[in-house]
């Protein structure tokens, strides 16, 4: 496979890379716990989530609504108990990370029915009284705003998740959505109207009719919804063999024709049209027992999906950023097929590397000069270029050459290759014996694998104005360069050949 | 070029392989700075070496000897100040190190003349007065005993630097020499004979007369000295340019001859047959602006050096273990041919990495089954073997088989390589333009640059009952590999192989 | 109230403090979080516990035990997960601890009822199957062992917790109880016989009859149990307000008394006389919400407690070393009167410096002097002497005075008090209104009230030869002093006293 | 004696806190130092100062300036090596602070004689070529703009130091400072006018002669200096003891007027008035090894003097942040009478709070409303008052009562109290014996007497619409108070009297 570039220079290219704006957590409790954290750090210290999305903000482990009967008088008393939302919190403002709040589940006294979903079981019924929850929701965004002040009108709320399937939402009872929708959409923007609240956080099962009948429902209604939001999965059906799953990866244009459908429906509506489209949950499988997502295949994948949603969607947020995680059970092994960017004992998967090097494209590129299937090329302020070049292919390798014009005479150019060769931890794992829950000194060992093989060259200017970047992309692989004018200091009598 | 090695299960091979006993430093007025303790925290933290050596104990800037006159009245006031040398002292403890005290050189207050050496002027002359510097020597040990207790009593005492060279000793008297060995071994004898004190400390110059000598003398005075140390360097001599110094490297086995010269010297007396021979000093070249010190080259060269230096000495310490030096004057760059294993910023030097795997071996070693010119073989105690390739030659690669009797059905095969393309940070900083002082961005991309690069694999027994460890070593490269019996865990249902 | 002490330097008084042997703690899942393990750390580095005993390592949280139905098969498959066990026991070797195991609760699959305890819900009904609960009972242990090797051989196993009490073990069936722990130790020793188990674990509600019974049954068995274990609170029955329960302190005494009567029970069998008896769980109160935890009242109380268990018990562990718990609920507030050594945001509260203290003595005790109703005094390795003096009175000052015998000259006396006005951090936190969860500043502030108080001196032998230590103790007060040889350095022409 | 201040709530006073503007430190080359930056970190971890200044930038050890002569061809060459420079300035930024560059001293290589000054031998002679200094400085200069962007031009830049001492320009020759100023000045400019540059940096003697002389000579030569500097020592002439000096302070107003005069001088210029003073070096006493420094009485004295200063300067250094200092020779012993703020080993010293108080004042003051000799109050943000009360007595306590107008019912008094009791980390090292170097533990112990005591209350509203903040402050004391209006949150059941 070939990839042969040339730009003049005039070349600039619409590319909306949101992509740190948010990332996927599993259930809100899991933020209480160590390991869930050190994974947060680590992802926030590389690459630098802004927002933190994720279900069970008022499930029981949380502890937020609490029903208490008098053993003598028989009477109820409701609090709210913010201990542990403000542990959580703290730990997200440390880490440099707000949450996008998603409310839900049901608190189970609180909750009309006993459907629950998930090995941790929160339970996914309306609630019993509607004023009962939409007291304990003000009075949980008023509590944030009193500890953490103003910045919290600017955190996005998402009213549940996945109504769509009757696993997330009883009966998958749509008109019962809309209701909660309203009433909490009222009550939140009665208490302040600053507050952003959007839905209807619905997953790719009979998405058009939803999208569709959520938005004739709030134009009827006059609730002007501050965005709209959506899931994005890309895998086939699964296949089953005791703790895992196994897909097929679907056609990635199929996926973006699909979201390309709900934008549609959102501009069809003038007083929707251009609206936020936010993906609160995005990934390859949406099952956490995949072991695709450790493999270097969901890292190409990943990097042209990286590429491509913005064309559709404000934002993207990765389903998680770690592999603590509770869903399907506790995991039984490293690596278990998480969805997580890192797996336990911080160490950074494939998968990872895509979502920092997209992170760095973002923060260097002044404009973007080449966006293409295997390709995404930025100018930066250093009159330079950065790139990320991926090949999703599983058995050629792809040779990449980018003639670029060029200013300097030399410039340096910097690689980082992630590929099954260089940067594999889960085959590293698989070659000391595939342990469950590997001892530090092992940790350590398969971490050595876990970071890109570096490689840099001086490149000259052709006489025709362009430096030529090579790259050979090999199956799976994802690589970032950055070629920029090379600056000499030298010193007096320093001969870098020089061997007597 | 080729290796073939077929082990029968029988084989053991003496390696005395010291590696960590001891490393060399700038001067000790260095180690009060944050630079230095970081580059030696680095260090110790990878590798931990036991001891450290280094001049200038007594030179003006660790302000032990203080002699001041009262302006009225003119009396002298002699008195130690230990300030800087606790504080040195608890740095190095913290660090898990501990000194091989070089006594030297003279305070200027003390001294007989105005000889100094280097940049920082350290005076080489004589004592005006034995008494005087007997007192210091012994007050400063009996201080060091009362700080850290009976453990001093271990670290050895080595008596003034290089006498040989007259930079280092007014006119290399060798006479003057001996009078200051035997009044300082008597002193600290008769403080507490537990101290262990040694010599002559001299280089290769003229190196079997004052080695001959300096027993003939022990002998005839009746000095018990406790060990005998000299330096080792092995290159040819420099040419100058500017900043920088540039010289051959020497044929290894001239230098391990030189070696068995002392060693058969000390044997030739029966009050000394078999006493520890220590290099104080030891590494390719001698000056601290060789290029060559920063290079892979020097890796190789290295790794043959620790294979074989235990043939005739007890310990070896490579001057020295960081860039913090100023015997040349102050570094202007980066990479300026330093005899640093790491350089400045706590960048590992690839030499650095030969000593690392050099240590490693000494923990895993059970015993020795082959040493060779480009490779040494160890068994370890999980039933496997662990050893290390090199490959001095600047051109061709080394292809390395080595057939290992086998137990298990399975090894995993662990191999760190260190080569001029996967671990050959000088050439990053080459290519971004020799940055003099790099900035804390640059310093971190280019130690990106300086770490080896892990390959595993499974090995499975032959029919023969032997694994096949195979490696191709390219020039300058150095590899560490271990082979461990493969236990596998696993997990139901997961397949690393399977995908849909 | 005075206390004049004057001793003659023949004394030599019995003083068993094994006060670092065993801390209780939340149940083993909140080991996870990362607040458990902060408050953790922070008692490690200044106390040292060696075990940790608490409930809750087969409850589901942990996940341990799990049994899955297969879809289509209707297949059931046992699986242990110790994914989490190993995260905890990992996160307690690294802070020098290790458990002493309770074996309990019953994982819901395999209880036989749903009877559960406290707001986290722990099954405390038999098993089904006998069978089912000592296989998952030996492979832990087995696991364990292959994990971290034969030290898992000294961790102390106790079989369940307060069989006698009806919440803890379905009606505090005895005979129930006494075959779960045959079944228990048999399986157990028939592992490894080097496993230490022991039993009943009750509290003190019946508790000579079941002492009693238990160890009938042991010898009519020929169990050779390996210790005994039992608890001890030291309050009067509760009062409830709201979220809290307040209650008397009972006459310590009459504590001691019962614990005499359990050692009585076991010393009067021949196979069992003088067998260690551990005081699995200690405190004041038995409630998590109890605001006497928090207060120096509690700390006095301890003072006296710690200086007398040992005299009928092996260890004694305080119940609990932090305040993340669950058994009655999620915390509401910040000082809530739980059991822990130290608050939420490691704010260490009084009690805990009675522990410190006692550590510090245990640590330098060469042999005790003086043991009384208010101090207790040893000497120590420099020829001095340490102590604690506490005062349990409300409205009464303490003044001791202590006439040692004396060797040198000067002695330096420290001074640490924790009493009302020095070290009440829960005084601190009220006078800034009771803040539910202070914010980080918050917390810094309130630290700053929860250290000791140090005052130091100079005290001078009397002709008489000897020291006079001269303390006045505040009511709730716990004073440790140390008293040793003062040493002069001094420098030329320093004078601590001289102005000009 | 008693303070009794009674406001109305209309007062407004002038009041310029500009404590944290600059801070003094020991030469530069010892900010290589580890002992130097621990010590640095500490103060900016809880002072933080915006500037450092202290002499050495061009004495030798910082070697920026090489003379090389070519041992062949006898040719020099000029160098200029920032490798120090550089590590010290990125050592300042990690730590948040810059420099306030004082140019000075001369290189050897460039003197003009060989005067020099301190223990360390600063050269203090003009340059032989007024040429070669110029293009040294304005190399320096340019070298940081290309390394630290245009913050550079914000750094303050002082033209040598104290030129009216013999001791530190050869024969306190004002011509030829007033030559080396001009030469510096212009020079600079040139480079870049935004550089901002001062003089002429003397200190008491001959003080208004100088100051007038050199305004006199700014306007003839039309130089438009960006700000005066000078010196301020308060105390009298010294006595001298081994390595010690002792000296009386002076009395405060006679150095208060002197600035004044000074300030006069200045705003008699129509080009110069309301130029900006920085008194760039302050303390008591202007010697090293004068016990002053580490007492509680320095502490009250510099209380008034901070709350003072600023009606004459815009800044005042205090000489210097940290006792790493070898201006006398390197420090026998820990208390040694150094500048510092903070000891060796980071003990805070009394004066350490004085500064802490000043810097949070500075931060939390929305205005003054009291200012007097024993005290200074400030409005706070929270609706409080925080303050200041100090007590310089050597024998009388201070009984302060301050009425304040009130808005809220209640209000929490926190205190802070650093006095010879509570605060005074040189008793208790004298009370251990004075050990010269102590050890780590020594120095923990220390360390806890070393902090603020503190203490809580709750002040309610008087029928007149005040609080009363009553305080006694011991001799030498200083005290911290801030009274704030106290939310009271609770919990529900919980009473902080109640007992059983």
Request: glycine share 8%; hydrophobic share 35%.
């Amino acid at each position: 496979m070939k990839l042969e570039v040339s730009l003049k220079g005039t070349e600039k290219v619409d590319f909306w890379n949101n992509v740190d704006f948010c990332v996927g957590t599993g259930r809100m409790g899991l933020a209480l716990t160590e390991e869930y954290l050190k994974e947060l750090s680590f992802v926030q210290d590389i690459i630098g989530f802004k927002h933190i999305r994720g279900h069970g903000l008022f499930t029981d482990d949380m502890a937020i609504y609490q029903k208490r009967r008098n053993w003598f008088t028989k009477e109820e008393t409701i609090e709210y108990n913010f201990t542990y939302l403000d542990r959580v919190m703290d730990a997200y403002l440390e880490r440099k990370i707000v949450p996008f709040l998603e409310l839900g589940f049901m608190p189970k006294e609180m909750a009309s029915g006993d459907n629950t979903i998930f090995y941790w079981k929160g339970n996914t019924t309306p609630p019993k009284d509607y004023k009962d929850w939409t007291d304990m929701v003000t009075a949980t965004l008023a509590h944030l705003v009193k500890r953490y002040g103003e910045q919290v009108y600017s955190w996005p709320i998402e009213v549940w998740n996945e109504p769509n399937l009757p696993g997330f939402w009883k009966d998958a009872n749509m008109e019962e959505y809309f209701r909660l929708f309203k009433e909490t959409f009222l009550a939140i923007k009665k208490l302040d109207s600053r507050f952003r609240v959007g839905g209807p956080a619905i997953c790719g099962v009979r998405d058009k009719e939803w999208m569709k009948a959520f938005f004739d429902f709030c134009k009827k209604e006059k609730l002007k919804v501050d965005f709209a939001t959506r899931h994005h999965y890309t895998t086939e059906m699964p296949k089953y063999d005791g703790h895992y799953t196994y897909q097929q990866l679907s056609d990635p244009e199929v996926g973006f024709e699909n979201l390309q459908g709900s934008r549609d429906i959102i501009d069809s509506y003038k007083e929707f049209k251009g609206l936020e489209m936010h993906l609160t949950e995005f990934n390859t499988s949406y099952t956490p027992t995949n072991p695709l997502h450790d493999t270097n295949e969901n890292a190409a994948y990943l990097a042209y999906q990286l590429e491509r949603l913005g064309e559709t969607s404000y934002s993207y947020s990765y389903w998680t950023f770690g592999d603590v995680f509770e869903e399907n059970g506790v995991p039984f092994s490293l690596f278990h097929g998480g969805f997580g960017l890192v797996a336990h004992g911080c160490i950074p998967k494939p998968t990872f590397w895509t979502f920092a090097f997209y992170k760095r494209l973002q923060d260097h590129a002044t404009e973007c000069v080449y966006k293409g299937k295997n390709a995404v090329v930025v100018k930066n302020a250093n009159g330079g270029y950065e790139g990320i070049l991926w090949n999703m292919s599983d058995a050629e390798s792809l040779v990449a050459t980018l003639k670029l014009p060029a200013e300097a005479k030399e410039y340096t150019l910097i690689s980082e290759v992630v590929d099954e060769v260089t940067c594999n931890p889960r085959k590293a794992w698989h070659d000391i014996g595939e342990p469950k829950n590997p001892s530090k000194e092992q940790i350590e060992l398969i971490r050595k694998f876990a970071y890109p093989f570096c490689e840099s060259d001086i490149v000259k200017k052709s006489r025709g104005g362009k430096i030529a970047v090579e790259e050979a992309v090999r199956p799976h692989g994802v690589i970032y360069f950055s070629v920029n004018p090379r600056e000499f200091e030298g010193d007096r009598g320093f001969d870098y050949e020089r061997r007597e």
